[in-house]
């Protein structure tokens, strides 16, 4: 073949153009166009369930050459069990006839791969847990794995062995753990080689089972996890689970950036909250981004937890702040308050009024103008008020994201008191046709760019009221650009 007049930047510019399936009718066009195709067909694999795509992911894998171009590995463990029991058979479909298009390197063709699945199904689970294991062994350029152990069949344990094997092979950097309870990940020491993992998420979703094993597991998991040099750790755990020990076996992460939380405040879930107040504040120092997610709270608790986290050591000077679902509100302006000068970018995913949110945005006003330039906000009533407050509060917000569950007509007057017109038999776009005909737009000073608006009721599309909502603020907003992720000018 003559040398490739293009250069190789531009070939793989040209193949975002294309479709998986154009792709591999073009693999044989030239070398760049080749590993261009291979990187984006087998860069990640996903094994979720036992179908054609699966087979014949496996099957192409057991080429080391292929293998190695596998950066990405999602493996979803509980269908073995879906696959192979008997009783759960009706939940699945039958087998989808389709018909891929070949790759050019001598794989099988689409009637092989048929074949080999049906080999796979007739010879059980532990057919299929062969040749995983034999694909997983050929990995050895793997950077980041998702892996779902829920309700993993006892037969599949040796797979478990391989999977972390793998691991330890690869210079994993970041690694995603759901399971339903802890002892399915296994013994933690198998993992011992994660010296380059990064970014860590942990994921439990089963009920407890108060056990002793299960405490010991959870303390081994800290333990080991206190070893890797981490930069993003998030932990999801299973409601009126007791993590309290867990906590108190963590070590500090000194690179620690990020932290999600979505640790239920309960005396159930913690039934002593020391523990999660030591590891907050071993890791504030260089915290930059923390997301705090309960799913269950009980009120009288989380007092208690906003009365000890008043220190203003912990949590402080953070950029990225996410809550929700919290329902004590001094905590929330407590924790905006110690990071006003430093935070960038807020989420609050509860459902606000417009007081509450001038109290947030009062808060966030630091020097008359705030270092805000990212919002999420859930409100209960849309109103011109919101916009008046933010754009006079935080002039310097770039992207503003909004979910609310009614509309209103109120605005704010020059002195910023809530004033409320009738509205009656007003259309949305009545209702915030913001300033005067003529008139300079009224938000002509907000640096705003991005907005994005959405009714709490799930609906397909965009809405008319959401439209006429965003418009109406864009055209008051000479500087928007992008509405739902759309550039309008």
Same mark, same amino acid.
């Given at each position: 073949?003559?040398?490739?007049?293009?250069?190789?930047?531009?070939?793989?510019?040209?193949?975002?153009?294309?479709?998986?399936?154009?792709?591999?009718?073009?693999?044989?066009?030239?070398?760049?166009?080749?590993?261009?195709?291979?990187?984006?067909?087998?860069?990640?694999?996903?094994?979720?369930?036992?179908?054609?795509?699966?087979?014949?992911?496996?099957?192409?894998?057991?080429?080391?050459?292929?293998?190695?171009?596998?950066?990405?590995?999602?493996?979803?463990?509980?269908?073995?069990?879906?696959?192979?029991?008997?009783?759960?058979?009706?939940?699945?479909?039958?087998?989808?006839?389709?018909?891929?298009?070949?790759?050019?390197?001598?794989?099988?063709?689409?009637?092989?791969?048929?074949?080999?699945?049906?080999?796979?199904?007739?010879?059980?689970?532990?057919?299929?847990?062969?040749?995983?294991?034999?694909?997983?062994?050929?990995?050895?350029?793997?950077?980041?794995?998702?892996?779902?152990?829920?309700?993993?069949?006892?037969?599949?344990?040796?797979?478990?062995?391989?999977?972390?094997?793998?691991?330890?092979?690869?210079?994993?950097?970041?690694?995603?753990?759901?399971?339903?309870?802890?002892?399915?990940?296994?013994?933690?020491?198998?993992?011992?080689?994660?010296?380059?993992?990064?970014?860590?998420?942990?994921?439990?979703?089963?009920?407890?089972?108060?056990?002793?094993?299960?405490?010991?597991?959870?303390?081994?998991?800290?333990?080991?996890?206190?070893?890797?040099?981490?930069?993003?750790?998030?932990?999801?755990?299973?409601?009126?689970?007791?993590?309290?020990?867990?906590?108190?076996?963590?070590?500090?992460?000194?690179?620690?950036?990020?932290?999600?939380?979505?640790?239920?405040?309960?005396?159930?879930?913690?039934?002593?909250?020391?523990?999660?107040?030591?590891?907050?504040?071993?890791?504030?120092?260089?915290?930059?981004?923390?997301?705090?997610?309960?799913?269950?709270?009980?009120?009288?608790?989380?007092?208690?937890?906003?009365?000890?986290?008043?220190?203003?050591?912990?949590?402080?000077? /953070?950029? #990225? @702040?996410? !809550?929700?679902?919290?329902?004590?509100?001094?905590? $929330?302006?407590? &924790? =905006?308050? *110690?990071?006003?000068?430093?935070?960038?970018?807020?989420?609050?995913?509860?459902?606000?009024?417009?007081?509450?949110?001038?109290?947030?945005?009062?808060?966030?006003?630091?020097?008359?103008?705030?270092? /805000?330039? #990212? @919002?999420? !906000?859930?409100?209960?009533?849309?109103?011109?008020? $919101?916009?008046? &407050? =933010?754009? *006079?509060?935080?002039?310097?917000?770039?992207?503003?994201?909004?979910?609310?569950?009614?509309?209103?007509?109120?605005?704010?007057?020059?002195?910023?008191?809530?004033?409320?017109?009738?509205?009656?038999?007003?259309?949305?776009?009545? !209702?915030?046709?913001?300033?005067?005909?003529?008139?300079?737009?009224?938000?002509?000073?907000?640096?705003?760019?991005?907005?994005?608006?959405?009714?709490?009721?799930?609906?397909?599309?965009?809405?008319?009221?959401?439209?006429?909502?965003?418009?109406?603020?864009?055209?008051?907003?000479?500087?928007?650009?992008?509405?739902?992720?759309?550039?309008?000018?």
């Amino acid at each position: 073949m003559s040398k490739d007049p293009l250069v190789y930047d531009v070939w793989r510019h040209i193949a975002t153009y294309l479709t998986p399936s154009e792709l591999r009718r073009a693999i044989s066009t030239n070398h760049a166009l080749h590993d261009i195709a291979m990187d984006t067909i087998y860069g990640e694999v996903r094994w979720t369930r036992l179908d054609y795509d699966m087979v014949k992911s496996l099957k192409s894998l057991q080429n080391p050459r292929i293998a190695k171009r596998v950066h990405r590995l999602d493996v979803r463990l509980w269908f073995l069990k879906f696959q192979f029991d008997e009783s759960l058979q009706r939940h699945f479909e039958r087998l989808p006839k389709l018909k891929l298009q070949n790759l050019s390197d001598g794989q099988e063709n689409s009637t092989q791969v048929h074949e080999r699945l049906a080999d796979l199904k007739r010879g059980g689970i532990d057919a299929t847990i062969r040749v995983m294991e034999s694909a997983m062994n050929n990995l050895q350029e793997l950077y980041e794995c998702s892996l779902d152990a829920r309700w993993l069949p006892s037969e599949a344990l040796p797979l478990m062995h391989a999977v972390y094997r793998t691991f330890s092979q690869n210079q994993l950097r970041k690694l995603e753990l759901r399971c339903q309870d802890i002892e399915e990940l296994g013994n933690p020491a198998t993992m011992c080689h994660l010296i380059n993992l990064r970014e860590l998420s942990l994921e439990i979703v089963g009920p407890p089972k108060h056990s002793p094993s299960e405490q010991a597991q959870m303390i081994q998991m800290a333990e080991f996890m206190s070893k890797l040099d981490l930069c993003s750790f998030s932990l999801s755990t299973s409601p009126h689970s007791d993590y309290s020990a867990f906590f108190a076996a963590l070590g500090r992460f000194p690179h620690l950036r990020k932290l999600v939380l979505r640790v239920d405040l309960s005396e159930e879930s913690l039934s002593d909250p020391y523990p999660l107040l030591c590891f907050l504040h071993r890791v504030s120092p260089q915290l930059e981004s923390f997301q705090f997610q309960p799913r269950f709270s009980d009120r009288n608790y989380v007092s208690l937890f906003a009365s000890l986290i008043q220190a203003p050591y912990i949590l402080s000077d /953070l950029q #990225t @702040l996410t !809550i929700s679902n919290v329902l004590d509100f001094d905590l $929330v302006l407590s &924790l =905006l308050r *110690r990071n006003k000068e430093t935070i960038v970018d807020v989420t609050l995913a509860d459902s606000l009024d417009l007081q509450q949110l001038q109290e947030i945005v009062f808060t966030l006003a630091h020097n008359g103008k705030g270092t /805000l330039k #990212t @919002l999420y !906000i859930e409100i209960q009533v849309l109103s011109p008020a $919101v916009f008046d &407050l =933010l754009s *006079r509060r935080l002039p310097n917000l770039r992207d503003l994201q909004v979910v609310y569950n009614a509309i209103g007509g109120s605005y704010l007057d020059d002195d910023e008191r809530e004033v409320h017109p009738p509205i009656e038999d007003a259309t949305v776009i009545e !209702i915030f046709n913001i300033g005067e005909p003529g008139s300079p737009p009224r938000y002509r000073h907000w640096a705003l760019q991005k907005l994005s608006v959405w009714m709490t009721q799930v609906h397909e599309g965009l809405s008319e009221e959401e439209e006429g909502i965003m418009f109406s603020v864009a055209h008051a907003s000479p500087r928007i650009t992008t509405i739902r992720g759309e550039t309008v000018r």
